[in-house]
């Protein structure tokens, strides 16, 4: 019984979800997805959602979840999106994108840099060099627990473990689900 009520809630928030991404171009996304068509719609789409729009990490995420790295999206990379940024996300999952995101070369860790993008893109940029600097390397001082200079995703789930309220602007307003 219970889990015929998971199932049916489960599948309309697909429904849900697929009607959003259709939204955003009816004319190329199908209503009928049994022969697994190649659609993929361009990042200025989805960034102009309203969940994405304000948020200074836009770019990031739909290149984090998107396949091609650019931001367009297929239906399942949407999906997937969605899903992380649900409410209903186990807090490892959150972290373990918000890593990514925050990892703007790339490389698997988080440096001076990408914490000096983070940063600048949370206080749009109202900071001076000098502050981001201080504020970076301190971040840096106190999470890297291995001492290399970087935070690994061990170094940052550890820090965000004494946030809990970290994770907050990954929540999507609860009209999508």
């Known amino acids: 019984m219970h889990t015929?009520?998971?199932v049916k809630a489960w599948q309309t928030s697909v429904f849900r979800l697929f009607q959003r991404y259709r939204d955003l171009a009816p004319q190329?996304?199908?209503l009928d997805y049994t022969c697994q068509p190649d659609v993929k719609l361009p990042y200025q789409l989805i960034s102009s959602m309203p969940e994405l729009k304000d948020n200074p990490f836009r770019q990031r995420i739909a290149e984090v979840f998107s396949e091609d790295g650019n931001g367009n999206m297929t239906l399942d990379d949407f999906l997937d999106m969605f899903s992380v940024l649900s409410e209903m996300?186990?807090?490892d999952l959150k972290a373990y994108y918000a890593f990514k995101i925050y990892d703007?070369?790339?490389d698997d860790y988080i440096c001076q840099r990408?914490?000096?993008k983070?940063?600048?893109k949370l206080t749009q940029n109202e900071l001076s060099l000098g502050q981001v600097r201080m504020v970076c390397q301190k971040v840096i001082d106190?999470?890297?627990l291995d001492n290399d200079g970087r935070l690994s995703l061990e170094d940052f789930q550890h820090m965000i473990a004494g946030a809990p309220d970290f994770l907050r602007w990954h929540k999507p307003p609860k009209t999508i689900l």
């Open 28 to 30: 190329v996304v199908p």
């Open 4 to 6: 015929g009520v998971f």
């Open 104 to 106: 703007f070369n790339n």
């Open 118 to 120: 983070t940063l600048n």
């Open 114 to 116: 990408d914490l000096e």
């Open 142 to 144: 106190e999470a890297d």
């Open 89 to 91: 996300a186990p807090r």
